[in-house]
């Protein structure tokens, strides 16, 4: 982190200092969020106030010993104990000891002649009569040197911590300082769904199911994807965590395999464990598991449409071919007569009186130039 906060001039503050301080009676201005540290005998957001009665010193926490009618001195404690009753003598040696007290210049004491010098480190506050320090929060030490340990903070670092999953806290304030994927203000809470970082303050772009890391944001991809967050299904043939896998399937029968357990996808008409056995007879579709319905005769393994045999035809297969056709598919008859030809076999019946394998000779024609049928009709020219 850059350091742009510590070189502040007087009474400012922040990113290029550019705010002014509102600290009073002599309160010092942190140079990075402009918090003030008052002097002995004051308190308030801007050290605004003398210490409630009965308290006194360094952030008015220590409490005064003053008995009856005497006031203790909010600096520095002191009672006090001149009863004068309106005597010129006594009055005049209480003021005395108050001066005494608030004499020394900034950064002395041990009054009257003020001549010792403060030791005090990290803005402390010098005890002008002895010379204490008088340590603000978040530091500790002879001379306010050091700063709180891990899990202690408070004047003079005196108070632990109660923050939990092994955070820390702010050696000034104790608010508890969360580490990655835990938030709360006490740190005793996991991210929300969809969050992760510090103090939660990331969204998660995990897609398809996956886990979000809570610290990292890193996802952890659901079985059959894979990518930085998941985004992309298994290519062709892979399967498993991460697509890790390649499937062990037929290329040519089969449309590869389940991206999440890697069991092979048959094309229509197949079946097995690598998609290579095609539909036994009278099967037919995805993984064979339909019957055909053609009458007791097989179909298309893919379309389960009806494959009749010689002289059959219909949805399924349940009529003869038509007068004049035969055979696969009921092509037409090829006979010269007007008679019917065999449906299955597509041979010609001839009538009375005629030969050959369209019926297109005569039973009394021989050789190799005899007329066919239609010759037999045709008028002299």
């Not at 308190?43 to 210490?51: M, N, Y």
């Not at 298994?234 to 089969?254: A, D, I, V």
Request: with cysteine.
């Amino acid at each position: 982190m850059l350091l742009f906060f510590l070189y502040c001039p007087n009474s400012y503050y922040g990113r290029d200092c550019i705010h002014r301080c509102s600290c009073q009676n002599g309160g010092i201005c942190d140079s990075r969020d402009g918090h003030c540290f008052c002097l002995s005998g004051f308190t308030g957001s801007r050290c605004e106030s003398s210490c409630p009665e009965s308290t006194f010193g360094h952030m008015c926490l220590q409490k005064c010993q003053c008995t009856g009618d005497n006031i203790c001195h909010p600096r520095t404690g002191e009672c006090n104990s001149l009863s004068c009753n309106g005597d010129s003598k006594c009055l005049v040696e209480q003021q005395r000891k108050k001066s005494l007290i608030s004499s020394c210049p900034e950064g002395y004491y041990s009054p009257p002649n003020c001549r010792q010098k403060c030791m005090c480190m990290n803005n402390a506050q010098c005890e002008p009569l002895s010379g204490r320090c008088l340590c603000h929060s978040g530091h500790a030490g002879r001379y306010c040197e050091r700063s709180c340990e891990r899990g202690w903070y408070g004047p003079g670092c005196i108070h632990r911590c109660n923050c939990h999953h092994g955070a820390t806290c702010d050696g000034r304030t104790g608010a508890c300082l969360c580490g990655m994927g835990i938030t709360g203000k006490l740190c005793d809470q996991e991210c929300p769904e969809g969050t992760f970082g510090r103090n939660c303050s990331e969204i998660c772009q995990c897609k398809n199911g996956a886990q979000c890391n809570k610290n990292t944001g890193c996802c952890a991809c659901s079985i059959g994807y894979y990518g930085s967050t998941c985004q992309f299904d298994c290519r062709p043939l892979t399967y498993g965590y991460y697509c890790s896998h390649t499937c062990n399937c037929s290329t040519e029968t089969s449309d590869g395999c389940d991206s999440k357990t890697g069991k092979c996808q048959c094309k229509l008409g197949f079946h097995g464990d690598r998609c290579e056995i095609t539909c036994p007879t009278g099967q037919w579709g995805y993984e064979c598991l339909n019957k055909c319905d053609c009458n007791g005769n097989s179909c298309n393994s893919q379309t389960g449409i009806c494959e009749c045999p010689a002289g059959r035809t219909g949805v399924r297969c349940e009529e003869d071919c038509p007068p004049n056709t035969y055979g696969i598919g009921c092509k037409p008859c090829s006979c010269q007569s007007f008679q019917l030809c065999d449906v299955v076999t597509g041979e010609c019946k001839c009538p009375s009186g005629w030969k050959g394998d369209a019926c297109q000779f005569p039973l009394t024609a021989n050789g190799p130039d005899m007329p066919d049928r239609g010759d037999m009709y045709k008028k002299d020219t």
